[in-house]
């Protein structure tokens, strides 16, 4: 909510989805430093062999510090023992380069608009 609502400007009925329902509905992962909430992501069932990467967020003064792929590589080693073979993202265009730097490659050319931001499919073999 704070990334996103918040600074992002995302409406927070977009932003809130079934996912979010109960604790067991995805993989929710949250990443703390000095005991405080830092950075947070999750992950769904896209396919049996595909995990889908979603809501990526480190809170802005943790930005810049690895933090952001000290996540990114935490859900997807949990993606790979819970059996998954790839991880697939719907990358935000400003993200593009960190998601580049972790291996991720664009599935497609084209662009799209999700909640008004542009976005791309990237996908990466775990
Ligand atoms: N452009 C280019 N490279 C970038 C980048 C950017 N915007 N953000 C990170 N990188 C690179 C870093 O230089 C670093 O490269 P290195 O390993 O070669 O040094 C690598 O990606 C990891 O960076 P890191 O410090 O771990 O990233 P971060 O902690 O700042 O997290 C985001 C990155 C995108 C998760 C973070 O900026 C964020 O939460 N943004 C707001 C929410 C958001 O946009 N989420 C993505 C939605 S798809």
């Excluded at 265009?93 to 799209?112: D, I, M, N, V």
């Amino acid at each position: 909510m704070e990334v996103f609502v918040e600074e992002q400007k995302v409406p927070a009925d977009l932003e809130m989805d079934e996912y979010d329902a109960s604790p067991s509905a995805a993989k929710h992962l949250l990443l703390s430093i000095d005991g405080a909430p830092a950075a947070t992501g999750r992950f769904i069932e896209y396919k049996p062999d595909t995990a889908k990467l979603q809501r990526i967020a480190v809170r802005l003064p943790h930005r810049g510090q690895g933090v952001g792929k000290a996540l990114m590589q935490a859900l997807e080693g949990w993606a790979k023992d819970e059996g998954f073979t790839y991880a697939l993202l719907d990358a935000q265009c400003q993200a593009e380069p960190f998601y580049r730097s972790l291996g991720y490659e664009k599935t497609s050319p084209e662009t799209f608009l999700d909640a008004g931001i542009p976005h791309v499919r990237m996908r990466k073999r775990l």
